[in-house]
């Protein structure tokens, strides 16, 4: 197939591209690159050292003799440049990784928000608009995100997308309908990626355009199969107080003696994935689109849930890194369960990579090979999710004053 990975300089698209040109598609990225800008803006780097996408791809092509095409497009803002792309080189399928994806970033400061839902929600209105446009009957997979359903459980399962629901009529007869599960964003990142949702239902319902939402756990890890074939098509790893998420927050803060973040009590539960399972998905969802006129498919892609003081004592546990209990930057539940359904990507073949602690100490490994890039200054979490909480988050866990800086 011709793939069109929009986002693939990013964590999940760079080995997502890999992954499936090793299969044998003919794959092209679209990426403006604002992530690289992004870095440049917050002053970090990623713990692993980058080379250039331009690099990157040629060194894929003198390791394997495959290549793979890099358009320097911003699909949020090149509306015609998108559209004349589609035109030309009409791909069988387009994964979407286009977007802002950092919760602390989308909630720095009124500006962050606006960015956000500006670059979000064009970039995927955008790419359906013009798909319609050109009459480009592609399969289109989205990266979206646990975090559409909101965490709090009502003592049920999560279930893939849908909602089964029954309503009483005037006549007083009960209909059966299916409904996308209630939205409960808890930043502004996550609110984009519930009205994604509804442009998805949209463009399917109207234009019948098969489209496959995939909602993600946080992706942890580094390293895939193809990532480890060089030195140089290493994938990019953030740890910093906006981009690093938090199993891989906690795995560089044990590797460089850090106490590891927790906010609050570290009660939230949150769905996970490894990288290598990540790029797994998304080639079964490929190999599985959805007909015209069918409604849009949605998978749950995640395999394990933990709790995030769970995951800290494991860290320790392995590492003997001590725990830090901070104020929580965030106005989220201080304590939620989650169960979630996952069946479809289990019955299409995926084999879950769980986290067992070979895996975690590999991932402290890569952190410990790189840890002269880790700028310390540069872990806290600052970004406040209201006013109210900006004035508490005034120290690091090694008890240094912060400046917040936006
Ligand atoms: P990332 O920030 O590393 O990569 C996103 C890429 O998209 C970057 O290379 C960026 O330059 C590019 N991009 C952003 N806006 C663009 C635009 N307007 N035009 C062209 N390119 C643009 O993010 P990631 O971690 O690889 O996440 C990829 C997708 O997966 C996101 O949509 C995210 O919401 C979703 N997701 C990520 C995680 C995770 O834990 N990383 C979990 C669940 C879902
Ligand atoms: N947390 C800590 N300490 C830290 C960092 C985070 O306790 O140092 C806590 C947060 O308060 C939160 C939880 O860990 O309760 C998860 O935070 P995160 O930054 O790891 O994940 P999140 O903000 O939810 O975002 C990430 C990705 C996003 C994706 C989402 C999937 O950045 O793109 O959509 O995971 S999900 O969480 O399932 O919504």
Not at 241 to 261: C, E, H, K, M, S
Not at 272 to 278: G, K, V, Y
Request: net charge negative.
């Amino acid at each position: 197939m011709k793939i069109a990975v929009l986002g693939g300089d990013g964590f999940v698209g760079w080995p997502t591209s890999l992954h499936l040109s090793n299969l044998g598609h003919e794959v092209h990225i679209i990426d403006n690159l604002s992530r690289r800008w992004i870095d440049t803006e917050l002053g970090v780097q990623s713990l692993t050292p980058m080379d250039s996408i331009q690099e990157r791809t040629r060194i894929w092509h003198l390791e394997t003799g495959r290549r793979i095409h890099f358009h320097l497009i911003d699909i949020a803002r090149d509306y015609d440049l998108l559209k004349a792309w589609l035109q030309e080189h009409r791909p069988d399928a387009i994964v979407h990784f286009a977007e802002q994806r950092a919760a602390p970033y989308s909630m720095k400061s009124d500006r962050h928000k606006n960015y956000t839902v500006n670059n979000n929600v064009s970039a995927t209105h955008n790419l359906l608009n013009a798909m319609v446009e050109t009459g480009v009957d592609a399969h289109l997979v989205h990266l979206g995100t646990m975090g559409v359903y909101g965490y709090s459980s009502v003592g049920a399962a999560i279930p893939e997308g849908y909602l089964p629901v029954g309503i009483e009529t005037l006549a007083g007869r009960r209909v059966d309908q299916e409904i996308l599960y209630p939205a409960n964003p808890g930043s502004v990142y996550h609110m984009t990626k519930c009205l994604d949702q509804l442009l998805f239902q949209f463009y399917a319902k109207n234009d019948g355009v098969r489209i496959t939402d995939l909602h993600q756990g946080i992706v942890w890890g580094t390293h895939t199969r193809e990532t480890r074939m060089h030195d140089q098509l290493v994938n990019r790893f953030d740890y910093d107080g906006d981009y690093g998420t938090v199993l891989n927050r906690f795995l560089i803060q044990a590797a460089i003696g850090y106490p590891l973040t927790v906010h609050g009590t570290g009660g939230q539960t949150r769905a996970f994935i490894h990288i290598q399972d990540s790029v797994r998905c998304v080639e079964l969802a490929l190999a599985s689109a959805p007909k015209a006129g069918e409604r849009v498919k949605i998978f749950n892609q995640m395999t394990e849930t933990h709790r995030v003081r769970d995951l800290a004592e494991l860290v320790s546990e392995i590492t003997g890194a001590q725990v830090a209990y901070l104020p929580n930057p965030r106005k989220e539940a201080p304590e939620n369960d989650l169960v979630v359904r996952n069946e479809q990507f289990l019955d299409l073949g995926l084999k879950p990579t769980t986290l067992a602690e070979g895996l975690l100490s590999e991932v402290v490994d890569v952190a410990k090979k790189f840890t002269y890039r880790v700028d310390r200054s540069r872990i806290p979490a600052l970004s406040a999710w209201t006013r109210d909480i900006a004035p508490t988050l005034d120290a690091d866990p090694e008890g240094r004053r912060l400046k917040r800086v936006s």
